[in-house]
């Protein structure tokens, strides 16, 4: 099972990106995915989860209105769309799964996050500055 993040770069404020997370070695329609970052010096966090079904997505209150979530699982990758990106956008940005096929989005903003997602890849690093 494998899930690699891509295209991070160097952007200016105000500026987009689109990430891209290819999954492997399971069906990514039964699994609920999120996108995760860490900024230099803190915590990882949850900003983004879509879980299946229905398509429910969810987004920390960082990222709302300018971060999109999506899925296609016909070619097993998930996206993040970031719009109107600010310095404080700067991270390592990683992309999971819920560790079982029963597992939304209910925890992915949660402190045992750990517990509930994985595996995680190297990330891709996303700079915002002028």
């Known amino acids: 099972v494998q899930l690699q993040a891509s295209g991070g770069g160097l952007v200016r404020p105000g500026g987009s990106l689109r990430l891209s997370c290819a999954a492997s070695?399971?069906?990514?329609?039964?699994?609920?995915i999120a996108w995760f970052r860490q900024a230099p010096g803190k915590e990882r966090e949850g900003i983004a989860c879509?879980?299946?079904?229905?398509?429910?997505?969810r987004y920390a209150d960082s990222v709302v209105g300018r971060f999109t979530i999506s899925r296609d699982n016909a070619r097993s990758t998930v996206y993040l769309q970031m719009d109107s990106l600010i310095p404080g956008d700067t991270a390592i940005y990683y992309c999971?799964?819920?560790?079982?096929?029963?597992?939304?989005?209910?925890?992915?903003?949660?402190?045992?996050?750990?517990?509930?997602?994985?595996?995680w890849g190297q990330g891709t690093l996303v700079t915002v500055s002028s």
């Open positions: 999971t799964k819920g560790l079982r096929r029963s597992i939304g989005c209910t925890y992915y903003s949660g402190a045992s996050y750990y517990r509930y997602y994985g595996p």
């Open positions: 070695g399971f069906s990514l329609d039964e699994y609920a």
């Open positions: 879509a879980s299946t079904g229905a398509g429910v997505t």
